[in-house]
């Protein structure tokens, strides 16, 4: 039996889609792996790592995370490099990712967003994406599809939006729109920082 919202039974597209994607991001049994790239650019792989400069590896391949943020563009009407550009800044890609605030997983999600969301997993790359996705969407409908107004929401929240009558002057989310919008224009050119 699924879980119950308040607004009732989950969607059949939303069960089917998470259930088609979960097998892609199971995450291994063995332990934490680190990667580091040298400056001659040999990567360099070990399970304990000696520097800083080491990164956890992700256990989530490369091809699984752009076919669930391929799912994730169409099912939301979003562009794959808008996706991806907030997944950069928001977690560097870290499924793992917790901020100071409390949001969690890859897309950076409070715990309050992702039960609205209908994320029961944050850490779950397949279900933290596909709700920051469904967010996402949201704040673009919510805003007349004006990607400013949309990206300040996700990360001050949609009233502090509408209080400010735009985007807030708040440094954080000033620099965040700029960042965000720096990696889709380099995801539009497909050059990709991670993926």
Not at 13 to 36: C, D, N, Q, R, W
Not at 67 to 83: H, K, T, V
Not at 163 to 171: I, L
Request: proline letters at 5%.
């Amino acid at each position: 039996m699924f879980k119950q919202t308040k607004q009732g039974r989950f969607s059949a597209v939303t069960i089917l889609f998470s259930a088609s994607i979960s097998f892609a991001v199971t995450p291994s049994a063995h332990g934490e792996i680190y990667k580091y790239v040298d400056a001659n650019g040999v990567i360099h792989f070990t399970d304990t790592p000696t520097t800083s400069a080491y990164r956890p590896y992700r256990n989530t391949t490369e091809a699984s995370l752009l076919d669930i943020i391929n799912r994730c563009a169409s099912l939301f009407r979003l562009e794959e490099a808008l996706i991806k550009a907030v997944i950069k800044v928001e977690s560097d890609f870290n499924p793992k990712a917790i901020s100071t605030k409390g949001a969690q997983g890859m897309m950076q999600l409070l715990p309050e967003t992702a039960r609205d969301m209908k994320v029961f997993d944050p850490f779950n790359p397949a279900e933290n994406i596909l709700g920051g996705s469904r967010y996402l969407r949201k704040m673009l409908d919510l805003f007349d599809n004006d990607t400013d107004l949309a990206l300040a929401a996700y990360n001050a929240g949609p009233t502090t939006v509408r209080r400010h009558g735009g985007v807030p002057p708040y440094k954080e989310t000033v620099n965040y729109i700029r960042k965000v919008k720096h990696f889709l224009d380099l995801y539009r050119q497909g050059k990709d920082t991670y993926l």
